[in-house]
């Protein structure tokens, strides 16, 4: 079971930015490319292959370096040549680090990118409690915000079978147990009582 | 496997409960069991998660959910759901609110390569 944990870090540490990182995702998928079907129109290349990136991912990846503000509206073929190397570095480092994956973890990893919430019944969830529409960049961030939840969740809980020398397949003490070490951390869904600190 | 066996009764045991709460998870329909799997999948759990491991963490998201949704409605402004609010409610988890400012500045991108597509297109 090892290479099941193995892939599970991998796939975790690329997909779990750091808050301090600026992650960037844009080099990726020189090798998934031939995967991603779902493509736009073309219009140019370069723009083309990181539209085709972002809506086969679905949103999933990070923002590129330089701030959307700075760039022209219609002149993004000039991307190129006005992002700065870091860019470069970073795809240089996530081909390297693709072509060093196994299949198994290539796998996991595509479809840890791809999978998502989808914003319709999140849009409709939050209708159905505040009594009125949501904005479409609302229900996007909900969507991302419950996907890294999820994220943090299943890892603790992977960490947590870990030290009981449990296999894979998670149990609900597992994940029991990782939400409970998790509450203390982050804001967490706590709806049955308030936390009396003080008495 | 395990999970075949053990699901019914976990069902049952839920719709029991749930049965008299208004709103109790074990009545309601799944809405996230796909998205949810692949989804474990991918963080690095088992290929087939169990039946069981899947609604608790359905239960999770939508709890979060609900309970981001009321207290974005009581700050800002009062009733609506907004942007900022969220921003500013996941300001203090780290990965969260890196995501988020992730995605949004994604979303814009998108819109002004798909705006400047269209405009492009339009002219020739």
Request: charged residues 35%; negative net charge.
């Amino acid at each position: 079971m090892e290479t099941g944990r193995q892939t599970g870090v991998s796939a975790e540490m690329f997909t779990m930015p750091c808050g301090l990182e600026a992650s960037n995702k844009d080099g990726i998928p020189e090798d998934l490319d031939g995967n991603l079907e779902e493509s736009m129109d073309q219009e140019s290349k370069r723009r083309s292959r990181d539209v085709m990136d972002l809506t086969a991912d679905d949103k999933e990846a990070s923002a590129s370096a330089p701030p959307a503000s700075k760039r022209l509206k219609t002149d993004t073929k000039g991307k190129k040549e006005r992002k700065p190397t870091v860019d470069e570095d970073e795809a240089q480092r996530m081909t390297n680090l693709l072509s060093a994956m196994s299949e198994e973890q290539l796998a996991r990893y595509e479809v840890c990118r791809r999978s998502a919430f989808p914003k319709a019944r999140i849009a409709h969830l939050m209708q159905s409690i505040t009594g009125r529409s949501v904005p479409e960049n609302v229900a996007i961030a909900m969507a991302g915000i419950a996907k890294v939840l999820v994220g943090e969740v299943v890892e603790e809980a992977l960490d947590v079978c870990e030290m009981r020398g449990e296999t894979p397949p998670l149990q609900p003490r597992h994940l029991r147990e990782a939400v409970r070490r998790l509450k203390s951390k982050g804001p967490f869904p706590n709806t049955k009582y308030k936390k009396i600190m003080f008495f | 496997m395990a999970d075949e066996e053990e699901d019914p009764t976990f069902e049952e045991e839920n719709e029991e409960i749930g049965g008299c709460e208004e709103g109790g998870q074990g009545k309601r329909k799944r809405l996230f069991s796909k998205e949810l799997r692949c989804m474990m999948y991918g963080f690095g759990d088992d290929q087939n998660p169990y039946t069981e491991s899947v609604d608790i963490l359905e239960d999770l998201v939508i709890d979060f959910i609900t309970e981001m949704t009321h207290k974005v409605m009581s700050i800002g402004r009062q009733g609506r759901v907004q942007v900022e609010d969220i921003v500013f409610l996941i300001r203090k988890d780290p990965r969260k609110f890196a995501r988020v400012k992730d995605l949004l500045t994604m979303n814009k991108e998108l819109k002004r390569a798909r705006k400047a597509f269209d405009e492009a297109n339009y002219g020739s």
